[in-house]
């Protein structure tokens, strides 16, 4: 993949997980333009942010490259004055934030893996990268994180990022292998939300217990 593609699916992401950010604020909170702006920015930014400081390319990428911003900040701006449409072409929030953390988990890993890091690294720091935004995003709102909660959100950026990282390691990694890798890891979140699928919860008695068992 040339490091052309690579930053389009970056910007790509970046821009979907901003309309999701900055869509989830104006839910979660009664925010004005600034707020929604914040939150989105951090959304859309924090994964990339986090992954480029854990494998010590400084300043992160975000500050040294003005397009990353830009997009942030368009995203949310766009979300913010076009909230009513896009509520009617996105059915749910849950669309964006699965699109986004598929981008972005094949992406970081990518940008892992050209930074020297072996495959099993890449892998962890790919998730890390598409479920950071989102996390910042719950903790801001006051919200329990969703790769807390939900079995069937960092485990769907852990394939996505095991795919990408093994064609990386065996020298098979191309746009088409990248775009696969984000597709099974988007399809995989969208059968959780749709099927309402998930790893045992623990139970505050000591028994482990279904999500949706209330006894």
Known sequence: MTPTI???LELVGTFVFGLNGALTA???ERLDLVGVTVLG??????GGIIRDLLIGATPPATFRDWRYLAVALASAVVAFLGRRFLHRVVRSINLLDAAGLSLFC????AVAFGHGLGAFQSTILGAITGVGGGTIRDITIRRVPTVLTS???AIP????AAITAVALNFHAYD???AIGAAVVCFVIRLAGLH?????PIADPSGHERAPDDDH
């Open 26 to 28: 104006m839910e979660a």
């Open 175 to 177: 746009t088409g292998v």
């Open 157 to 160: 950026a852990l394939v996505g």
């Open 195 to 199: 099927f309402n699928l998930n790893v």
């Open 106 to 109: 094949v992406t970081g890993t």
């Open 151 to 153: 079995g069937l959100y």
């Open 41 to 46: 920015t951090m959304t859309a930014l924090g």
């Open 6 to 8: 690579l930053l389009v």
